[in-house]
């Protein structure tokens, strides 16, 4: 099981780098993305990396703002979030596919590994 941290309460314009990590494997021959639950709205993607080339996606909404990362020898997956928005409010996720390319940071279905969330508020 992935285990999300980072998340908190700040305020509008903050930075908050959620991480996501295992002891049970290892992550680099994973994709992961980074999902995200708003309160009253469906789940959407936000990010992926590449269990490969390390190629990096972005959903609008956060392109600019955010930085997804690996840091193999910790075997954890970051998403670096900028300029934060009270937008950005949400549980965010991550979810693993093995050896994935990344390009279905968009659907929900066929990631091996959920974890639980992390709760992310930014206040006005």
């Known amino acids: 099981q992935l285990v999300e941290s980072g998340g908190g309460l700040v305020q509008s314009g903050d930075s908050l780098r959620l991480s996501c990590t295992t002891s049970?494997?290892?992550?680099?021959?994973?994709?992961i993305t980074w999902f995200r639950q708003a309160p009253g709205k469906e789940r959407e993607g936000v990010s992926s990396?590449?269990?490969?080339?390390?190629?990096?996606y972005y959903a609008d909404s956060v392109k600019g703002r955010a930085t997804i990362s690996r840091d193999n020898a910790k075997n954890t997956v970051y998403l670096q979030m900028n300029s934060l928005k009270p937008e950005d409010t949400a549980v965010y996720f991550c979810a693993a596919d093995l050896w994935g390319d990344g390009s279905r940071w968009r659907e929900e279905e066929g990631y091996d590994y959920w974890g639980q969330g992390t709760r992310v508020t930014v206040s006005s």
């Open positions: 049970q494997y290892t992550l680099e021959y994973y994709a």
């Open positions: 990396i590449a269990s490969t080339d390390g190629s990096t």
